[in-house]
Structure formats: C-alpha cells, structure tokens
C-alpha cells in the first residue's frame, strides 16, 4: 500500500543563506543550475506594493501579455498575474545564457498543451539554451522553478487550502483507488486534508513536468507510490504507476517537495539524472528588488513516514 505523505522535508536541511539587495535598473547575473540542481524562486505578492515598481513590470511586459493583464477586473489577480510575468522574465534573463537577453526582450510560445517555453532566437550553433523553466501559482505567493537540460514542473498549493466538498468525495474524482485508500486510512481528517494537498502537488507537478498538462494526463490514470530506495526503510523515492496511455506517461522523473515562507506546499518533479539526487535552491525575491538564497539538500528524496 502506498504510505501516505508526510514529513517531506524531513531530510531536507538549510545549509546557508544569504541576502541581496540591487538595484532595479541591474540584474545580477547567475549561473545557469548544475545538471543535479533545481532552482525554485518564488516571490509573495503582498510584499510588492510599491507602485514604481509595478509600473517597471509592466514595461517589461509584451504588448500580448499587457492586453491580458490589463483584461483582468479584480486589482489582486491583475497584481498576481503581472507579478508572475515579470518573475519569469527577470529570473530566466538573470542567467548567463548565450548569448545574454534581457527581461524585455524574451519571447514565449506554447506547446500543444498550452505549457509556456521560451522562444528562443537560432544563433550561429543553432542549438538553443539548455534552460528549462515552469510557473507555478496562488493568490498569495508565485514560483517559478529552473532546470538545466531537463523538463521541469512545479506545483504551489496553499497549506489552508480547503474544499468544498469532503475530502475522500474530491479524492475519488481526481486520484486512483489506490491513493484514494490510502487517504481513507488516515483517521485525523487535518492531517488528511494535509496528505491530500501534499500529493496533489506531486502528480500536478508530474503532469506540468511532462508538458502535457491535467488534460492530456488525467490524474486518475497513474498512480504515485513510495518504493524503497535504500535497505533503510525510513528513506524511500516515489514511483510512477501508468495506468493508461502507458507509451505517453514516463517514469524517467524524480520528485522533490519543500515549505515555502511556512504556508505553502512545493513540488518539484524532472528528469532522473543518472540517479544523481536533486539539490534544490531556494530564491525568495522580489524581482529587481532583493532576494535571499537559502540551499537545501534533497539527499534523500522524500522521506516515507513509516
């Protein structure tokens, strides 16, 4: 049976933190991800109220992405949607990509499946940069995560998120029989309701990883379940149980999932590599404002409670 999900960050330790402040009219550039790495930023728009800087986002914006921003009645979905424009643009233009862009100038263009990629322009070696990227958001924080050479999906959900509707009667619509049970073993219903948000950031996050998205990869046709990764019982890695459209849902993929500003779930699903473990760096920001870079260390991948 598939243990439920808990205590995630378990093996997931700080080992250092430092704090930038710069400039608007500068962005410090960075190196592009390890091939082990996964960069997650994420910014919480409550803390973004000064309306220069509002007005500086919107200047890096296309006129396509200004039309639909400026379509949006409601002041705080309009904020959150340009806040995450401009969290794309200025994280991926921070990166030493040849050659160098900036925010401005990025294009985008969607996969059949509505997942967003940069539009890269051909240079002389034809090949385009190696940067991978995905969105993730609620109304009270955004995320954007960074891979190198290696599709990536990322999920944010709040952790008082709550449904309407009973939480096994939500699951039974969405998840398998197996997950489903495995929700329906957990007497506590908080920490079910916990359970429940923790995994449908997973397999929200496998789905966006495989660009495919919730329609093309329903979440009732795979199952997520732990497998031991080592002879010690207490570390174990998730594994990925097509149960249709097996030739479409891969199981090439690794997970990892972190608390972000202690009120929001993460997920981080990408490419196996080699079996190498992910490393996840975490970047709170506001973008051409500061950030502070926190680096965590996903040795064991996600820790299986039992």
Not at 59 to 71: I, Q, R, T, W, Y
């Amino acid at each position: 049976m598939l243990p439920y999900i808990s205590k995630y960050c378990s093996k997931m330790k700080i080992h250092s933190c430092n704090q930038r402040m710069f400039s608007t009219s500068t962005l410090l550039p960075l190196q592009l991800p390890s091939r082990m790495e996964t960069h997650l930023w994420y910014v919480l728009p409550n803390e973004v109220n000064s309306e220069s800087l509002l007005s500086r986002y919107v200047d890096l914006l296309s006129p396509l992405e200004k039309d639909h921003v400026f379509s949006i009645h409601d002041y705080q979905l309009q904020k959150t949607a340009l806040i995450a424009r401009a969290l794309v643009r200025t994280t991926i233009a921070r990166y030493r990509i040849r050659p160098q862009v900036s925010p401005k100038s990025l294009q985008f263009k969607k996969n059949a499946h509505g997942k967003p990629e940069v539009d890269w322009e051909h240079d002389n070696d034809g090949d385009p940069p190696p940067l991978h990227f995905n969105l993730s958001h609620t109304s009270s924080l955004i995320a954007c995560g960074v891979t190198t050479d290696s599709p990536i999906g990322i999920d944010v959900e709040e952790k008082k998120r709550t449904m309407k509707n009973k939480i096994l009667s939500f699951a039974k619509r969405y998840f398998t029989n197996e997950e489903v049970e495995v929700l329906r073993a957990i007497s506590d219903l908080e920490v079910q309701r916990q359970e429940f948000i923790k995994l449908w950031t997973l397999k929200e996050a496998y789905v966006k990883a495989l660009g495919r998205g919730f329609s093309g990869a329903p979440f009732n046709t795979f199952t997520l379940r732990f497998r031991s990764a080592t002879p010690n019982p207490e570390d174990s890695e998730i594994e990925i149980v097509p149960l249709e459209n097996q030739s479409l849902l891969t199981t090439n993929w690794q997970f990892a999932q972190v608390d972000l500003a202690g009120s929001h779930y993460a997920a981080i699903c990408r490419e196996t590599n080699g079996g190498d473990p992910m490393k996840v760096i975490v970047r709170k920001t506001i973008p051409l404002l500061e950030e502070h870079a926190s680096k965590i260390d996903s040795t064991a991948p996600i820790a299986d409670p039992t």
